[in-house]
């Protein structure tokens, strides 16, 4: 990322610029999510992680990202392990969802990349209110039975709003899940304004 060269996409240099935002997990109530990690503050080098995975498909960096989530992924027991779905339309332009990809270096938790399917394409999040974010999302995901009596652990690469993780565990809540778990790579923090309180 800094452009320095070698065997990995991420060097020491940037990742000793990743700001550490939760080391444990925090436990939220109130709403369908029970809990949330989120590894880093979405700032520096970690942001730029983030957007040169998803909009530059510098898919290099998916080993290094995952292979830090996967440290985290051991805070939790969790039965199965969701990365936030994306719309097949926005695969199919993308070429792989990032979320999917964070999730493959997770030992500690069985894989269940179908157990959440995103129903309806959304515009995107950027630039709309807090109101408008939760309804453009109302419905877009549905879960698979396989979800019912789990502890479900949902995987995402940014939370912003927090509205897209709030959507997926209700849906994941309507299909029987016990209790469901964020874990996101990078978050805005709790004193930054797109923040939203648990
Ligand atoms: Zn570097």
Redesign the pocket.
């Known amino acids: 990322?800094?452009g320095?060269l070698g065997p990995d996409a991420?060097?020491d240099?940037?990742g000793a610029d990743f700001v550490p935002l939760d080391t444990t997990p925090v436990r939220l109530s109130g709403g369908p999510l029970d809990a949330r990690l989120c590894a880093y503050r979405y700032r520096g080098r970690a942001a730029q992680a983030v957007r040169r995975l998803k909009y530059q498909r510098v898919t290099s960096l998916a080993d290094p990202m995952a292979r830090r989530l996967a440290e985290h992924a051991r805070n939790f027991e969790a039965d199965l392990l969701v990365p936030v779905p994306i719309h097949w339309s926005r695969l199919h332009y993308r070429g792989f969802n990032q979320s999917e990809r964070l999730a493959e270096a997770v030992e500690t938790v069985p894989l269940a990349p179908g157990a959440l399917r995103r129903i309806r394409a959304t515009r995107p999040q950027v630039g709309l209110d807090r109101a408008q974010r939760l309804g453009n999302l109302r419905g877009a995901f549905r879960a698979s039975p396989e979800v019912e009596g789990t502890r479900v652990l949902l995987l995402d690469d940014v939370m912003t709003s927090g509205g897209t993780a709030l959507e997926c565990a209700r849906a994941l809540k309507e299909g029987g899940a016990r209790s469901v778990m964020l874990l996101a790579f990078a978050s805005w923090g709790p004193d930054e304004p797109d923040w939203a309180a648990p």
């Open positions: 990322m800094c320095l991420l060097c240099v940037c």
